[in-house]
């Protein structure tokens, strides 16, 4: 009895040893990555104002970092809107329909990538509600 349980606390610690290794070694390897990754995690929220009108956006273009995105959207038209944002694998994410002359907040957390935006209500987008957001590392 007193043996098995001697056993039980070895192979315990040789496991503790093995996640120690494997710990050490992926900070070793290009940790800095995973470091920055946390950080932009936990950053701070990157706020963008957005003007949704008929029909356009205001900006056409955004850059952010990658991380956490809170989107300030004013609908300066005369019709709702809506703001869309697609990327590469399938990433499609809207904000609800914003009012003519309603201020809306739409938060996402957005990779490394370009991504199209636009408003999918309507022919909305064929007329010019659209445009481009460039994520950097
Ligand atoms: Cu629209």
New binding site residues.
């Given amino acids: 009895m007193m043996k098995s349980r001697m056993r039980q606390i070895m192979v315990g610690f040789a496991g503790m040893a093995l996640v120690l290794a494997l710990a050490a070694c992926g900070s070793s390897g290009g940790g800095g990555g995973a470091t920055g990754q946390a950080a932009a995690a936990q950053g701070p929220v990157q706020e963008v104002k957005l003007s ?1 009108g ?2 356009f956006y205001d900006p056409k273009e955004v850059t952010v970092k990658a991380g956490r995105v809170r989107f300030v959207l004013t609908n300066v ?1 005369q ?4 703001f869309a944002v697609r990327g590469e694998g399938g990433f499609d994410q809207s904000s609800k329909n914003v009012g003519a002359g309603r201020e809306s907040t739409f938060e996402i957390d957005l990779g490394p990538g370009t991504y199209k935006m636009g ?1 999918t ?2 022919d ?1 987008e064929k007329r010019g ?1 659209v445009g481009k957001i460039t994520v950097t590392q």
């Fill in positions: 949704m008929d029909f038209g019709t709702a809107h809506r408003c209500l309507g909305h509600s």
